[in-house]
C-alpha cells in the first residue's frame, strides 16, 4: 500500500481511509462486472437451505454471460500469481461472509470448503476450459456441484 501512494503522490493513510485494507484495495483495483460481497450477501439473505444449488446457478449465470464473464475469466488469470492477494481475497470477501451465516463450530472450515469448489469450478470451466465441464449446460453442473457445496453448509464432516 506504501508503494501505490508513493505511486500517486499521497500518504498511505489516505489509501487505507479510501480502500481499507490491502484485500479491498485489490477488489477496488480489480473493477469488477459484478461485486462478488454483494451476490453471497444476496444468496445469504435467503437462508442456507438449499444455498449450494443457489450458488452455483447464480456463478454460472454471471460467468456464462459475455459482459461479466470474459472480464470475470481476465481477473481470475491476472490474480492468480498474486497468491497473498488472492488469499486475503477469497479470505475476506467469500469466506468470511459465508462462515458468519452458518452456525456450526466449523463455519469457517466450511466456508473455506466451498470457496475451494467454487474457484476449482471457476478455473475448469472458464480459465483453463476443461472439458467436458467447460461445455457443460448450466444445469447440468449446477446438478453436480450444487449438492457438493450444500454438503459443505450443512452435512457432516467426519
Excluded: C, H
Excluded at 463455519?107 to 474457484?119: F, K, N, Y
Excluded at 448450466?138 to 446438478?143: I, M, S, T, Y
Amino acid at each position: 500500500m506504501r508503494a501505490i501512494a508513493a505511486a500517486a503522490g499521497v500518504d498511505v493513510a489516505l489509501v487505507s481511509y479510501y480502500f481499507g485494507s490491502k484485500a479491498d484495495l485489490f477488489v477496488a483495483s480489480l473493477q469488477l462486472p459484478v461485486n462478488p460481497a454483494d451476490v453471497i450477501d444476496g444468496l445469504l439473505a435467503d437462508g442456507t437451505d438449499g444455498l449450494g444449488e443457489r450458488l452455483v446457478t447464480r456463478l454460472i449465470a454471471v460467468w456464462d454471460e459475455p459482459a461479466s464473464g470474459g472480464p470475470l475469466a481476465d481477473v481470475l488469470r491476472s490474480a492468480a500469481p498474486q497468491f497473498e492477494l488472492l488469499r486475503g481475497f477469497l479470505q475476506q470477501q467469500i469466506v468470511a461472509r459465508l462462515a458468519r451465516a452458518l452456525d456450526d463450530p466449523d463455519a469457517e472450515l466450511r466456508a473455506t470448503a466451498v470457496a475451494s469448489q467454487v474457484l476449482g469450478l471457476l478455473l475448469s470451466r472458464y480459465v483453463l476450459r476443461v472439458e467436458p465441464l467447460a461445455s457443460a449446460p448450466p444445469e447440468r453442473v449446477v446438478a453436480l456441484v450444487g449438492p457438493t457445496l450444500q454438503r459443505y453448509f450443512d452435512g457432516e464432516i467426519g
